[in-house]
């Protein structure tokens, strides 16, 4: 039987030697490189958001650095330093946070530094000498020589009756960090790929603090009270939303909650930290 051919589909049978496809053919590769290409972008774009960005933080490491202010026990172990007035004439304060050698809070180093000198530090003006973290307006300062870190006490100046500023019954949606590694030593020092380090830093007694980022990009850092960081282990590292009465000191904020039951881990999706990098990636300058 004689073979017969189709001339109406003859145009459309494609060999990959001839210099040109058919129209329907190069109609339908158009239509799928140009479905894939952006499907490939949008995720391209997704992942870079979600990229931790690498910050402007400083651990002055091999430097030290002496530093005079009254320290205060409450709500953690911090050094509070005047630095000048407002224009309404107001005496303004900076707190900085203290920390210990390594993986370790400043409370045993304290309590050593008691036992060594005899003398009560709580409102006592005091020197200290370490090495320097700040990024984002906070200031850590780590007690790198132990015991040695204090340089001199004064007895204790007059009881400052300090009051914490109430901003009510909040529900914030960030992240726990430890604020060692996130103000200076480590880049990134969050998310899931810091999430091992930062539970060794807290269970050191190293104390938690609370990042949350606002949609306009803007970061405010809270200290948590009511849990430690070892009750904090298994919300290190996430996307968490958390419930509590906040408040203000000078320069920072503090969240009280009442228990783990305050603290909501939420399911994936774009944090405000990463939508808001997302959208800036189309904003041309």
């Not at 799928?32 to 960005?53: D, K, M, P, R």
């Not at 000198?117 to 020197?127: D, F, P, Y």
């Not at 039951?261 to 997302?278: E, G, N, Q, V, Y």
Request: with cysteine; net charge positive.
């Amino acid at each position: 039987m004689p073979m017969t051919i189709d001339n109406k589909n003859k145009d459309e049978f494609y060999i990959g030697y001839f210099p040109k496809a058919p129209r329907a053919v190069a109609g339908a590769l158009k239509w799928f490189v140009g479905i894939g290409l952006t499907v490939f972008i949008i995720l391209a774009l997704l992942i870079v958001s979600e990229q931790n960005e690498f910050a402007d933080s400083t651990f002055e490491l091999g430097t030290s650095t002496q530093i005079e202010g009254i320290y205060v026990s409450k709500p953690v172990p911090m050094l509070r330093r005047s630095i000048g007035f407002s224009q309404k004439q107001e005496e303004q304060f900076q707190n900085i946070l203290l920390i210990g050698f390594g993986k370790s809070g400043a409370e045993k180093t304290i309590m050593e530094m008691k036992a060594k000198h005899g003398k009560e530090l709580e409102g006592a003006r005091v020197v200290f000498e370490g090495t320097l973290i700040y990024y984002d307006g906070k200031t850590l300062l780590e007690l790198t020589k132990g015991v040695k870190s204090l340089i001199s006490v004064a007895g204790p100046g007059p009881v400052v009756n300090r009051k914490w500023k109430a901003l009510g019954t909040v529900s914030l949606r960030g992240e726990i960090v430890d604020p060692k590694c996130y103000f200076g030593v480590m880049k990134p020092g969050e998310g899931k790929v810091h999430r091992s380090c930062a539970i060794r830093c807290l269970s050191g007694g190293i104390p938690p603090v609370f990042k949350v980022v606002r949609v306009d990009g803007q970061r405010e850092y809270y200290l948590l009270e009511g849990l430690s960081g070892r009750d904090l282990l298994d919300r290190v590292g996430q996307w968490i939303r958390v419930e509590g009465e906040a408040e203000e000191l000078e320069d920072w904020k503090r969240l009280k909650i009442a228990g783990t039951s305050d603290i909501k881990k939420l399911t994936f999706r774009l944090s405000p930290d990463a939508m808001h990098r997302c959208s800036q990636a189309f904003v041309y300058k």
